[in-house]
C-alpha cells in the first residue's frame, strides 16, 4: 500500500460551547439563583430588606438597560443579547465605603454576576466524547476554534 499523506479539507472548526460541548442547565428564575445573588450582594456590602427586594431591584435596571443599550444600536437585529453587567453594577451602587475600599465596584458586579450564573446552574458537563473529538481535531493539524455568546460576567 503507497504511503499518503492526507491534507486536511478544513484548515479551522469552530464550536460554540453551550449546547455543543456543554451540557448545561440553567434556570434564572429558581429561588436558588436569586438566593445566591442575595447572598454575595449582602458580602459585598449592598443592603437589601429581602431576596424579593433585590430581585425586584434587579428587574427594573434590567428594564432600564434593555432599553438604554438597544436606544444606543448596542442590540439591534435581534439576536444579539444585551450586556447584563451594567446592572449588576446598578444593584449594587449602595454598598458601603468600606465595602467598596475592599473590592471596587467593576470587580464586585462580576463576582456578584458570577454568584448568579453558578446559583442558577444546576448541571454542566461535556457532552460524551466531546474532549477526545477536540483532540482528534489538533492532532490532525485542525485549528479548533471554542466560541460563545454567553455573557462574559
Known amino acids: ?43 459585598l456590602g449592598a443592603q437589601y430588606d429581602s431576596v424579593e427586594a433585590l430581585r425586584e431591584r434587579f428587574k427594573k435596571l434590567e428594564a ?8 444606543h444600536a448596542i442590540v439591534r437585529n435581534g439576536w444579539d443579547e444585551f ?3 451594567p446592572v449588576y453594577r446598578s444593584l449594587l451602587m449602595n ?8 473590592l471596587a465596584l467593576p470587580q ?25 473529538m477536540i483532540e482528534k481535531l489538533q492532532e490532525s493539524g485542525i485549528v479548533v476554534a471554542l466560541l460563545s455568546n454567553a455573557q462574559s460576567c
Not at 432600564?64 to 436606544?71: F, G, I, L
Not at 454598598?95 to 475592599?102: P, V
Not at 462580576?110 to 458537563?125: C, D, L, N
Open 1 to 43: 500500500m503507497e504511503n499518503v499523506t492526507h491534507t486536511p479539507k478544513y484548515e479551522v472548526v469552530f464550536f460554540d460551547l453551550y449546547g455543543t460541548l456543554i451540557d448545561i442547565r440553567t434556570d434564572e428564575q429558581c429561588d436558588a439563583a436569586w438566593q445566591a445573588l442575595y447572598d454575595a450582594a449582602c458580602e
Open 64 to 71: 432600564r438597560e434593555m432599553v438604554h443599550q438597544s436606544n
Open 83 to 85: 450586556d447584563v453587567l
Open 95 to 102: 454598598r458601603s465605603d468600606e465595602a467598596e475600599r475592599l
Open 108 to 132: 464586585a458586579a462580576q463576582k456578584a454576576a458570577w454568584a448568579f450564573r453558578q446559583g442558577s446552574t444546576s448541571m454542566i458537563r461535556l457532552y460524551p466524547g466531546a474532549l477526545e
